[in-house]
C-alpha cells in the first residue's frame, strides 16, 4: 500500500497551497518606502514624482508633521527618505480616492 501514495507529490501540493496562501494573506508592514509595489498598490501606480506633486504637496495634510501618515515627503532637514505609514494612508487614499485626479500631468 506504501507504494500507492507518492508522499513527496503531496508534501509539495501542500506547501504550495501553504505559500500561496501566506502570500496572499500576508500582513500589512506597518511603515513602507515608496517602493514600486507601495505605489502600485495604493497610488494606481504613479511616479513618485507625481505622488509628491499631487497628493503629498496638494494635500498637506497627509505630512506627519501636520498630523498625517507620510515622513519625509520631501528631501528635507527633517529627513531624506520618505516613508508611508500605510494604514493610516490606506484609510486617507479610500476617503479621499475621488478627491484625487489620477489623470492629472505633470508639467515637463
Known amino acids: 500500500m506504501d507504494g500507492l501514495i507518492n508522499q513527496q507529490i503531496i ?14 494573506n500576508k500582513p500589512l508592514p506597518r511603515t513602507a518606502k ?5 505605489r502600485e498598490n495604493l497610488f494606481h ?13 496638494k494635500y498637506p495634510e497627509v505630512d506627519e508633521r501636520n498630523g ?3 515622513l519625509n515627503p520631501r528631501r528635507s532637514a527633517y529627513g531624506t527618505t520618505t516613508t508611508i505609514l500605510v494604514k493610516p494612508a490606506i484609510k486617507w487614499l479610500d476617503e479621499h480616492e475621488y478627491e484625487i485626479d489620477w489623470n ?3 508639467a515637463n
Not at 508534501?11 to 496572499?24: A, E, G, I, P
Open 34 to 38: 515608496l517602493t514600486k509595489e507601495i
Open 104 to 106: 492629472e500631468k505633470l
Open 11 to 24: 508534501f509539495d501540493f501542500v506547501r504550495k497551497l501553504t505559500d500561496d496562501f501566506l502570500q496572499k
Open 68 to 70: 498625517g501618515w507620510v
Open 45 to 57: 501606480g504613479k511616479g513618485t514624482e507625481w505622488i509628491r506633486v499631487f497628493v503629498f504637496d
